[in-house]
């Protein structure tokens, strides 16, 4: 790559050189980076086919390329991702949201009118990218999330200011630790649950996420039975917590949760692939 290349020629080579570096939208991510450097629109590469970048613009997105090379996400190198209809800052530090955690989010929004001034907890909130969804379509809803990561509530504090959403705190805690007597109509979690051999077969991008939050002990299900444990007590009479769960996992986590006492049959939902992907629990009222 020279000063002399123009937009038309960088996209074709790169789409080349991301191919054969096994990536599959490699015509996809060549366009969203160098959208990215020229901070225009992808519409307008096609515009301006034959333009050509400056030293400066070149530069910067060799780097990104080089980097996407190295199977660094697109998310990461744009440091932001879309997710329910918004924009998203996100780092290494956090779990970029994936769209088949889009289902716990859709799960509250289908249960609660739109002047629904539910109490929603998030554990382990990462980008904060769950609970600050709903509460952009729940208005009146309010919101806590919380992460045993310091630097993880520092991108969901800067993603609740930007989308100007000041009815969501932020908490460091492990699980509901440091949460006290609260309560909550809505529990919901994203937790780690990549067993010991999912991990060894992560897709490179995934490898740039925090590991703390996609290992979920051996077998995948250590952080479920300490929330099994623990949901139920901070569930207002009638609330429902929800959880995302692996492929292959929903008898394994319905059978901890079951196992408790505390909470109703289990309802299953499904992700668009036909994986049962997320799980939904009512507060089961002592009698």
């Not at 929603?120 to 919380?146: F, K, N, R």
């Not at 979690?189 to 995934?206: H, I």
């Not at 996420?209 to 952080?223: E, H, I, K, N, S």
């Amino acid at each position: 790559m020279t000063e002399l290349w123009t937009i038309g020629a960088l996209l074709q080579w790169t789409q080349r050189f991301f191919a054969a570096k096994g990536i599959d939208t490699a015509r996809l991510d060549a366009e969203l980076l160098l959208a990215h450097v020229l901070q225009k629109e992808r519409i307008y590469l096609y515009a301006h086919y034959d333009e050509p970048l400056s030293t400066g613009e070149l530069a910067a997105y060799r780097e990104l390329v080089r980097k996407r090379g190295q199977r660094f996400s697109v998310a990461h190198l744009l440091g932001t991702k879309s997710f329910m209809g918004l924009k998203f800052s996100v780092t290494e530090n956090v779990l970029v949201p994936r769209p088949e955690t889009e289902l716990l989010v859709e799960a509250v929004l289908e249960r609660e009118p739109r002047d629904s001034t539910a109490a929603v907890l998030d554990i382990g909130t990462g980008s904060g990218a769950i609970v600050l969804s709903i509460c952009h379509y729940l208005p009146q809803a309010t919101g806590l999330g919380v992460d045993i990561s310091a630097a993880a509530l520092a991108v969901a504090a800067k993603n609740g200011a930007a989308l100007d959403l000041p009815q969501v705190r932020w908490q460091e805690s492990d699980l509901t630790a440091a949460v006290g007597t609260q309560t909550f109509d809505w529990i919901l979690s994203n937790p780690p649950y990549l067993t010991a051999g999912d991990m060894a077969a992560l897709e490179p991008e995934v490898r740039h996420d925090p590991q703390l939050a996609l290992f979920g002990g051996p077998d995948g299900l250590a952080v479920y039975r300490r929330l099994a444990a623990v949901m139920a007590e901070h569930l207002k009479p009638g609330g429902h917590c929800a959880v995302e769960i692996g492929s292959g996992q929903r008898q394994a986590v319905a059978a901890i949760f079951a196992a408790v006492g505390n909470y109703s049959e289990v309802t299953v939902i499904p992700d668009y692939g036909g994986i049962e992907r997320v799980l939904i629990w009512q507060r089961k009222e002592r009698i």
